[in-house]
């Protein structure tokens, strides 16, 4: 039984990975009404601090990268995964951040979240126009920081090759959101 569940491994998890994923959702600690009363937070920190864990979870995405050449991480979970991904993709990291924390900016996108609005930044003079991205977060909800992670890329010019995540919730249909691009979920609930 896990942790949360109603986690199971995701669309086009091959059956051998299939028990290392199911370990991997036992990790997963369910935080109710964070940020707010209704919400059910899945919080991801037990799986990063589980070496082995970890792991699996950056080479089971890292096999999805295809012919990506960078590998771009959302603020601020999708940083550590991204990062991880990249190291065994062998490809270099970049993160998507927050408005204001970065020193030089190339662009920046607005968007709604359940909850509130945000705006990404891309940092300035990393990816150029025609690099193939592999975008990477912790968690695929409503699709809300997805699409404008996605969104920011392509006003770049970056051509985007997929998505992958650890955990999608299926129930809030975020995947729609990223329209005809692939999605890479370890897991879903």
Do not use: N, W
């Not at 126009?129 to 695929?140: A, N």
């Amino acid at each position: 039984m896990t942790a949360v569940d109603d986690i199971r491994p995701g669309p086009g998890v091959d059956g051998d990975s299939a028990e290392d994923l199911l370990r991997i959702a036992d990790l997963i600690r369910p935080v109710p009404d964070h940020p707010e009363p209704g919400v059910l937070f899945r919080d991801i920190t037990p799986v990063l601090a589980d070496g082995g864990a970890f792991a699996t979870v950056a080479t089971e995405l890292a096999a999805h990268t295809g012919e990506a050449e960078l590998v771009v991480g959302v603020e601020a979970r999708g940083f550590l995964l991204g990062a991880a991904v990249a190291l065994v993709a062998g490809l270099g990291t970049v993160p998507v951040r927050k408005a204001g924390k970065l020193p030089v900016v190339a662009a920046s996108r607005s968007y709604d979240l359940e909850y509130g609005s945000a705006t990404l930044e891309l940092p300035a003079g990393v990816v150029e126009p025609g690099t193939r991205i592999y975008v990477v977060d912790d968690v695929l909800a409503t699709g809300g920081t997805a699409a404008a992670a996605c969104a920011l890329l392509t006003d770049v010019g970056a051509e985007i090759v997929g998505f992958g995540t650890l955990l999608e919730l299926t129930a809030l249909q975020g995947r729609a959101k990223l329209g005809d691009l692939r999605v890479d979920a370890l897991l879903s609930a």
